[in-house]
């Protein structure tokens, strides 16, 4: 399980509990290794509970746990090791999921809803049926991805909370 | 309004998670053994059926908040697998149902029930 070791940068903290001011961004950082199906979900659910203690709205913290969760599996599955990073402001929930990996050659295809090159393995877990980046935009506002072939992948991904201060 | 507890009784089935609330209501309803499938589509507060046995169905139960799982087959999960979804309050029925047959059921008793 992730303990909680978020950074507040901001102008104040209210409490010893996490608590986001105005202007003020809580940030924290989650390693994710390659191939690790043990642990598979563990990030995601660590960042929809933070989400909540925050203060978000519970449609938020769940857009934002299954688009967490589907990043980090495609991490698991095809990356060699990659990190997430988490930013919440006010207005606004901030992802930055970056891998080092095979990358994709295609990305409209990858992003194709069913493509996929998820081995046996992957498929008799019931994943990897080319559902995972097409369902992360689904989930988010703004989506942004980009990948070189031999390098890794970034996706940076971002729901808007409505003006709502988390 | 089909409850849980009406549930097991409408599927044969059995609560392999004691001590969860069996007065839930189950309105909504999803089947697969597809987890990608369920995080793309599955609606909060369903009922997820499948004949998947591993880990990872509970943490994508839990994820998006599945009032409780039933598998089919007369498959049983190992013990780890029960612990964690008793540790995440998701409650796991087995059945000995085929996938078809339960889903039957389920539609026949909450002809209402979303899908």
């Known amino acids: 399980m992730f303990h909680v070791r978020g950074v507040l940068q901001g102008r104040r903290v209210l409490s010893e509990r996490k608590t986001i001011t105005k202007n003020s961004v809580f940030r924290q950082e989650f390693p994710i290794k390659g191939g690790d199906f043990s642990r598979a979900g563990e990030v995601s659910w660590a960042i929809k509970n933070l989400l909540k203690e925050l203060g978000l709205s519970t449609p938020v913290a769940l857009h934002a746990a299954i688009a967490t969760y589907e990043a980090e599996l495609n991490i698991i599955m095809y990356a060699w090791e990659g990190r997430l990073v988490l930013s919440v402001s006010p207005g606004r929930v901030q992802v930055v999921v970056e891998d080092s990996g095979p990358g994709i050659e295609d990305i409209e295809l990858a992003m194709t809803e069913g493509y996929s090159t998820a081995t046996l393995e992957m498929r008799e877990l019931g994943f990897g049926a080319g559902m995972g980046l097409a369902n992360i935009k689904k989930n988010t506002d703004i989506f942004l991805i980009t990948s070189e072939v031999g390098r890794g992948t970034r996706l940076e991904f971002t729901f808007l909370t409505n003006g709502q201060r988390p | ?115």
Do not use: W, Y
């Open chain 2, 1 to 115: 309004m089909l409850t849980l507890k009406g549930m097991i009784t409408e599927l044969d089935g059995e609560l392999l998670t004691p001590g969860m609330n069996l007065e839930a209501e189950c309105a909504k309803f999803f089947a697969s053994d597809l987890m990608s499938d369920v995080l793309a589509f599955i609606k909060p507060g369903s009922i997820l059926l499948t004949g998947l046995v591993n880990s990872h169905v509970v943490r994508t139960a839990r994820l998006v908040e599945v009032t409780a799982i039933v598998i089919v087959q007369g498959k049983r999960p190992d013990r780890k697998v029960i612990d964690e979804a008793r540790e995440n309050r998701v409650p796991i029925i087995t059945t000995g149902c085929s996938m078809f047959e339960a889903c039957s059921r389920v539609a026949g008793s909450s002809p209402k029930g979303k899908r």
